[in-house]
């Protein structure tokens, strides 16, 4: 680090890992009195309500008509109270699905028609100029270090390709509560720092994560924001070229109405079968949806936390977000933050879109389905956690109706477990109790208790069909580029990939059910979900740990297939995907979670994407810096500032001046951590003594921790105390 020291003794007096402070009010929002009366911004195609008309009153007739087919399925004989909770829930379930058939088949027509260019964002014409200066913001939490910086450099430099660097600053935005992993990230900075001799790169870490990440962002802003007229909010697995962030920069000053713009991000690096399954979902599936719903969403389109610009001065007039009343986990601060602030940016009239045609847009997946349903989790609270907000005053009805699908995409699992359990009661009541073919009243005919089974398989096949054929849309759009067909392996390989998929995600749609189902009643009964590590890795599970977290799924799909075939065998085929997933489950979790068997897939040309085929430039880039970074170093934090200096030094330089607690308050860590110092004789028996949450807070404050690097070390002292004894 010889640059990083001569860096450290400039005329400037140091170093210094943020640029000076231009703070911005960002004021907490009502949700009960908006500001004034926003207007329209403008900035969407004029026939935006009647694409909208078009998309509801499709919806609500393909509704009605498999309403009405229910209905008369199960009206014969009349219908008993089980009966009419079945119809009620197949209406609004099928109603969603409808909504989002409706939206993929209208994307496949988008797609064929040809591709427009919204905000004026045409990829194949050169970069345009731009003007103002502009942030990437990326906030980490725990994250390994060496890849989030790899990724940095990557964008970092693809920007510098476009020519346009010196409009852009990039700021690590440290969450990081693991102290090991916070100095890491401050060794990984400074490397980097000094191997780009960036001066449009910066690092700050929080000691208090507060709000979490929407806290951290919010933080950006209140110290930062002045400075900036827009900021690429990014993930810290997230990758986005130069070219689309210089274009997205452009689109933005060149419409000043627009607050907010969305890229569609594609999923890359997917190496285990379940990460391979969600990749080609994404890639084959998601452009067809996103075109749909952008096609009538117009200027009030969604944010999604990431790979997003966004304008700094309306987010910060506008996007602060309310404390929401009650205890966790309905109450406190807002976990899903994105769809609220783009809810907020619209209703004060700013813009917000979605460009799906732009591409150079990417993330990751989760390696498994242990570790997807652990996200799940954490989403499902922050968006059950809306039902607080649909209410606020002056939103626009689509941004409520954002706020309700996402409270919905978690709702829907249970109602659909209730739908299956009703019919199972249904079955069970048909052939155990005694029909009551003369009920009370005068009547002159027997009822018959039943439904109509023809109308019945009518019904389940259609649905069946709804389900299923927007994933065969995806595959044709596919099919319409040459880079894309040979991307996904050529038009048959491409197909049995597609069937392949359907297949694997049935099996695997049982468990998700059961375990969204488990995470609503976890929310309804007061369960916070906290703020877990997101894994990145395809490292393996144990298979005891297969076990026990399906072992809940295995049982109740036995139960299920033993009740069925008790009653029925057509029952038990009729429930036979359900069952076999549920039965299932422990080795279809372990199985998915391998890599091998991701690498034989894709050995056989299966479940491919186009960047798989032909990576970008960024991605490669990315996974070689990834693949020669540097590891996370062993040993204690404290042990790695003793022994190197220009680390010590910048960590110190580094830290906050913000006061870490309120007047009054007591750091419980810092004053046991100081009472072990006093104690200790030397700075291993200190260290030693310590434990995780007392390393971090003599990480976070300078004067513990000038009091421990001036103890004696261990040996030192030693030596010093055979000296004295030589000398008596």
Same mark, same amino acid.
């Given at each position: 680090m010889d640059a990083l020291n001569a860096r450290m003794r400039d005329d400037a007096g140091g170093f210094h890992a943020l640029p000076p402070e231009a703070p911005?009010?960002?004021?907490?929002?009502?949700?009960?009195?908006?500001? $004034?009366?926003?207007?329209?911004?403008?900035?969407?195609?004029r026939d935006v309500?009647?694409?909208?008309?078009?998309?509801?009153? =499709?919806?609500?007739?393909?509704? /009605?008509? =498999?309403?009405?087919?229910?209905?008369? #399925?199960?009206?014969? $004989?009349? %219908?008993?109270?089980?009966?009419? =909770?079945?119809?009620?829930?197949?209406v609004l379930l099928f109603a969603w699905i409808a909504l989002s058939f409706v939206s993929t088949l209208i994307g496949l027509v988008v797609t064929f028609a040809g591709r427009g260019r919204p905000l004026g964002i045409d990829p194949e014409t050169p970069l345009p100029p731009i003007r103002g200066r502009t942030a990437l913001l990326l906030p980490t939490y725990n994250e390994e270090p060496h890849r989030v910086m790899a990724r940095l450099q990557a964008m970092y430099e693809s920007l510098g390709d476009t020519g346009r660097l010196a409009h852009f600053d990039c700021f690590i935005l440290s969450d990081t509560t693991d102290p090991a992993i916070w100095i890491a990230e401050e060794a990984a900075f400074l490397r980097l720092r000094d191997e780009l001799g960036a001066d449009h790169l910066f690092y700050r870490h929080r000691t208090k994560n507060l709000a979490r990440k929407a806290g951290n962002i919010g933080e950006w802003v209140t110290r930062f924001g002045g400075a900036y007229e827009q900021m690429i909010v990014l993930d810290a697995d997230s990758l986005m070229e130069g070219d689309t962030v210089v274009r997205l920069v452009a689109a933005m000053e060149s419409h000043p109405q627009v607050g907010l713009i969305q890229t569609?991000?594609?999923?890359?690096?997917?190496?285990?079968?379940?990460?391979?399954?969600?990749?080609? =979902?994404? !890639?084959?599936?998601?452009?067809?949806?996103?075109?749909g719903i952008a096609w009538w969403h117009g200027a009030? &389109?969604?944010?999604?936390?990431?790979?997003?610009?966004?304008r700094v001065e309306a987010f910060a007039g506008q996007a602060g977000l309310p404390i929401l009343r009650g205890g966790k986990p309905f109450g406190g601060h807002i976990l899903s933050h994105d769809f609220v602030e783009a809810a907020l940016l619209r209703r004060a009239g700013w813009g917000v879109h979605m460009v799906t045609e732009l591409g150079g847009s990417y993330e990751e997946s989760p390696p498994t389905l242990t570790d997807y349903a652990v996200?799940?989790? !954490?989403?499902?609270? $922050?968006? %059950?956690?809306?039902? *607080?907000? #649909?209410? /606020?005053?002056? @939103?626009?009805? #689509?941004? !409520?109706?954002?706020l309700m699908t996402g409270i919905g995409s978690y709702i829907t699992a249970p109602m659909w477990l209730v739908f299956l359990l009703i019919g199972i009661l249904i079955t069970l009541q048909a052939e155990f109790i005694p029909p009551d073919y003369f009920p009370r009243g005068a009547t002159l005919f027997p009822q018959w208790p039943m439904q109509d089974p023809v109308r019945a398989a009518y019904v389940f096949g259609g649905t069946m069909v709804m389900l299923v054929l927007p994933k065969f849309f995806g595959w044709l759009a596919m099919l319409v580029r040459r880079r894309d067909r040979r991307g996904i392996g050529g038009v048959v390989r491409g197909l049995v990939s597609v069937v392949l998929e359907i297949v694997i995600s049935a099996l695997i749609a049982p468990v998700m059910m059961l375990m969204q189902s488990w995470a609503v009643t976890e929310i309804l009964l007061g369960r916070d979900a906290g703020w877990s590590v997101q894994r990145r890795d395809d490292g393996g599970f144990a298979r005891g740990e297969f076990t026990r977290a399906y072992a809940v799924p295995t049982l109740l799909g036995i139960v299920l297939g033993a009740v069925a075939y008790a009653v029925s065998a057509p029952l038990l085929l009729w429930m036979?995907?359900?069952?076999?997933?549920?039965? %299932? /489950?422990?080795?279809?979790?372990?199985?998915?979670?391998? *890599? &091998?068997?991701?690498?034989?897939?894709?050995?056989?040309?299966l479940l491919l994407t186009p960047e798989e085929r032909e990576p970008p430039a960024i991605l490669v880039r990315a996974n070689e810096l990834t693949a020669r970074a540097h590891a996370a170093d062993e040993g204690s934090p404290l042990e790695r500032l003793a022994g190197d200096r220009a680390l010590r030094e910048a960590h110190l330089s580094m830290l906050d001046d913000l006061p870490l607690r309120g007047k009054g308050e007591i750091d419980v860590a810092l004053a046991v951590a100081r009472a072990k @110092?006093?104690?200790?004789?030397?700075?291993?028996?200190?260290?030693?003594?310590?434990?995780?949450?007392?390393i971090f807070a003599v990480l976070a404050d300078r004067d513990a921790l000038r009091q421990l690097l001036q103890m004696p070390a261990a040996a030192v002292r030693a030596a010093g105390s055979r000296r004295f004894e030589r000398r008596n």
């Open positions: 911005l009010a960002m004021p907490q929002q009502s949700l009960r009195q908006p500001r $004034g009366r926003a207007r329209a911004p403008g900035t969407a195609p309500p009647l694409r909208r008309l078009f998309v509801f009153a =499709a919806t609500i007739g393909m509704t /009605a008509g =498999a309403a009405y087919e229910m209905y008369e #399925v199960l009206k014969v $004989g009349g %219908l008993t109270p089980l009966e009419t =909770a079945v119809l009620v829930l197949f569609l991000p594609q999923l890359l690096n997917g190496r285990t079968l379940f990460a391979r399954l969600q990749q080609f =979902a994404g !890639r084959v599936y998601g452009p067809l949806i996103a075109r009030e &389109s969604n944010y999604w936390g990431h790979n997003a610009i966004i996200r799940d989790r !954490r989403w499902c609270q $922050g968006n %059950l956690q809306h039902a *607080a907000v #649909v209410p /606020a005053r002056g @939103l626009h009805w #689509v941004s !409520r109706l954002h036979s995907p359900v069952v076999a997933g549920l039965v %299932l /489950a422990i080795p279809i979790a372990a199985f998915t979670a391998r *890599a &091998s068997v991701g690498r034989a897939f894709r050995a056989a040309g @110092l006093a104690d200790a004789d030397d700075r291993e028996e200190a260290i030693g003594m310590f434990g995780r949450g007392e």
